[in-house]
């Protein structure tokens, strides 16, 4: 299988699972969309397997280029929308304190342990990949 034939599954593969997940909403089975998804991904799993894919360095060195611009915007637009969401909370606004926007202290929160979470990922793959590529820590 080539390139053309495994970006034309992957195309098809995206509008059934679309559909089935379009579907499942409109009948709220959630469990059926999630089960479509699953699917999906392991089908399309199947198929990369199959197809042989060939990644030079440029593509390499595009993807690491991206990543890294991926976290440097994320990490913090994350950490501030935590910090902007728990501070009035935390101040005792009239609106806030009569409990009509308590998600938003809840939402904080969830963005807070996931800015942690995602810049621990990094430390440790950063610690393991040190390592790994030779990096000893023992140039001064």
């Known amino acids: 299988m080539n390139i053309k034939r495994y970006k034309q599954a992957r195309v098809f593969v995206a509008l ?6 379009s579907f499942a909403v409109s009948l709220d089975s959630y469990l059926l969309a999630v089960i479509g998804v699953l699917t999906g991904m392991l ?8 197809a042989k894919i060939i990644v030079d360095e440029r593509e390499k060195t595009i993807r690491e280029k991206a990543a890294q611009l991926t976290y440097a915007i994320f990490a913090p637009t994350i950490g501030i929308g935590a910090f902007l969401l728990l501070i009035p909370s935390l101040s005792g606004l009239s609106v806030f304190s009569k409990g009509e926007f308590v998600y938003l202290e809840s939402l904080g929160m969830i963005f807070a342990y996931l800015s942690l979470f995602l810049i621990s990922i990094y430390a ?6 040190n390592r790994k ?7 001064e």
């Open 124 to 129: 440790i793959s950063y610690y393991f990949l």
């Open 43 to 50: 089908f399309l799993g199947l198929v990369r397997s199959r």
């Open 133 to 139: 590529y030779g990096g000893g820590g023992d140039e």
């Open 16 to 21: 059934f699972v679309g559909a089935i997940v």
